[in-house]
């Protein structure tokens, strides 16, 4: 069984860093790997991406701010979040575009979701 577990969301004032993980477990192969968000009433969001080679993609609102990273060994996921903004609040979610095991097809798989606060 697939799982996504994320850790490290929590409070933080505006201009604030913070760090959250993302270990997956199940997973024979992976693609991808990323972070969306979703603020209330809102729909969810694209915030980073980091291929199996490596490559990072961003969209503008994060671009220079969030890095994305990863450990291959652990097969986990990092995005640093720093210069952090009231309009960052939102649910976090974890997704990876991964194999389950040798025979089967790509697909997406999503965690549970870790809550970002940015306030004051």
């Known amino acids: 069984q697939v799982q996504l577990v994320e850790s490290g969301g929590g409070l933080v004032q505006p201009g604030g860093s913070l760090r959250l993980s993302c270990a997956a477990s199940g997973i024979f192969s992976i693609n991808a790997m990323g972070w969306y968000r979703q603020a209330p009433g809102k729909q969810r969001e694209f915030v980073a991406r980091?291929?199996?080679?490596?490559?990072?993609n961003y969209p503008d609102s994060v671009k220079g701010r969030f890095i994305i990273s990863k450990d291959n060994a652990k097969n986990t996921v990092y995005l640093q979040m720093n210069s952090l903004k009231p309009e960052d609040t939102a649910v976090y979610y974890c997704?990876?575009?991964?194999?389950?095991?040798?025979?089967?097809?790509?697909?997406?798989?999503w965690g549970q979701g870790t809550q970002v606060t940015v306030s004051s």
């Open positions: 980091i291929s199996s080679g490596g490559t990072t």
């Open positions: 997704n990876a575009r991964a194999r389950r095991h040798f025979y089967s097809e790509y697909a997406d798989y």
